[in-house]
């Protein structure tokens, strides 16, 4: 097949047909970047308003259509996902460049989600409780909220807009959804399965184009009731500053440093995967990595030269060869930021262990080594998330440092420990100032049907997934009667 044959035509998808936009933009393989993977439609602020309009008058009928109604089209549509999945996830392996089997995980996964809330939709949350007052009925029941704009980022694009799309469709709400520049054709792919379930036209809507001007008229019209965001941290401040200021009903899933603590008492050898695992696969573009190692001093310099030998036998490539574990970084800004962020280690004196350098292979990507400092905890690489393959490992005297270190950060998604005692681990769990908590496990690597998400600047309003995605997808009613 010749590569033309492989680029795709992707345009928006609004009231239930395929429109062009005002101009068009491409999507390149991060692997090869001669490659170009897509050409897609770039929607323009009067199409995102004829989205959005669309979505409201879908409402209507939509919000009360049947839970077996909305339940079939949600089951429909995760079949044909789980379906596809090896086609799916080359798309996404050439797109953005995740290893291929992860990138054919991530769709399976997308299709799961849906079959989950094709379940929920069966399920409508609700209560009846006895009243205070004699003869008097009271019920709390959830309704949905009304339109709804999803923003997505580029680093999971069939599993975020997922966990997204699918509880907001089954709690019968209508969809406006933006993905990321960088996975337009993914986006698309995605939104071409959902076209064919049986929704009513406007039911969902797909928008391409550029966060300043297609997200941002999502985020301020009048007509969208909720907005659901992941992302940086500050596109996602600026969202919350306009969203609130219209008192739009919000969620926002953001950065993270995620700290894995190593103690002394772990197994070492698990330690070491957790922390290669956690921190390096998918080229450390996950929220949940583990960008800080904090490791007990009496196992601190073992850990370490364990860990710089995993890290030295990596296979870093072509996101199609087999074998590969490591695929490139998205783009060239994203590798020149990771490559800034190394030269910024060194310069402020954290201790160079392991790569950072640029990769040179037989197809022009970005491709870069995995890196490792030992930092001390004001260093910006302990600091700052890079969203790149890039770690480094803090000391600890004993488990209170660790714990002491692994909170002290302005971001709280997730927190590891790897750890043989009882006590340290239930403490942890506990006392860790975060969303998500993992013991002898990579922070990376999540289930679908519990609550997502994190505390201080990681993550605002209610958690994704799982029954909780109610909490955002609905709004409470208390009804009183007296017969
Ligand atoms: P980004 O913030 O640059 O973009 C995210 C989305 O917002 C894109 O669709 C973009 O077009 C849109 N956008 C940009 N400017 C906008 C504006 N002014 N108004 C409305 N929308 C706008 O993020 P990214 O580079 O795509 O993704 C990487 C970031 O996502 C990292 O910081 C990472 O930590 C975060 N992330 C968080 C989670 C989580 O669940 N906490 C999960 C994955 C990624």
Sequence with gaps: MKRSDLQHKARQYINGRWETGVTTGISRNPSDTGEVVAEYARADRSQAERAIRAAADAF????????QRRADALDQIGSEILARKDELGLLLAREEGKPL??????????????????????????????????????????????????????????????????????FGNSVVFKPSELVPACGWALAEIISRAALPAGAFNLLMGSGREVGQAIVEHPAVDALSFTGSVPVGERLLQAGAARRARLQLEMGGKNPLVVMADADLERAVECALQGAFF????????????????SVHDSFVARLRQ?????????ALEPGIEIGPVVDGPQLQRNLDAVQAAREEGAEHVWGGDLLQRASPGHYMSPALFLAQPEHRVARDEIFGPVACVLRADDYEHALQLANDTPFGLCAGICTRSLAHATHFRRHAKVGM?????????????VPFGGRKASSYGPREQGRQAAEFYTVTKTGYMQA
């Excluded at 995993?310 to 072509?318: I, P, Q, S, Y």
């Design 101 to 170: 089997p992860e990138a054919v995980a991530e769709a399976a996964r997308a299709g799961q989600i849906f079959k989950f809330f094709a379940g929920e939709a069966l399920r409508s949350p609700g209560e009846t409780v006895a009243s205070l007052r004699p003869g008097v009925q009271v019920d709390v029941t959830r309704e949905p909220v009304g339109v709804v704009g999803l923003i997505t980022p580029w680093n999971f694009p069939y599993a975020i807009p997922a966990w997204k799309i699918a509880p907001a469709l089954a």
């Design 437 to 449: 908590t993992m013991v002898n496990l990579p922070t990376a690597g999540v289930d679908y049907h």
């Design 282 to 297: 998918s080229a450390g573009q996950r929220c949940t990595a583990s960008s800080r190692l904090i490791v007990e001093s």
């Design 60 to 67: 209507a009928s939509w919000s009360h259509s049947t839970p």
């Design 310 to 318: 995993r890290m030295a036998a990596l296979k870093v490539g072509h």
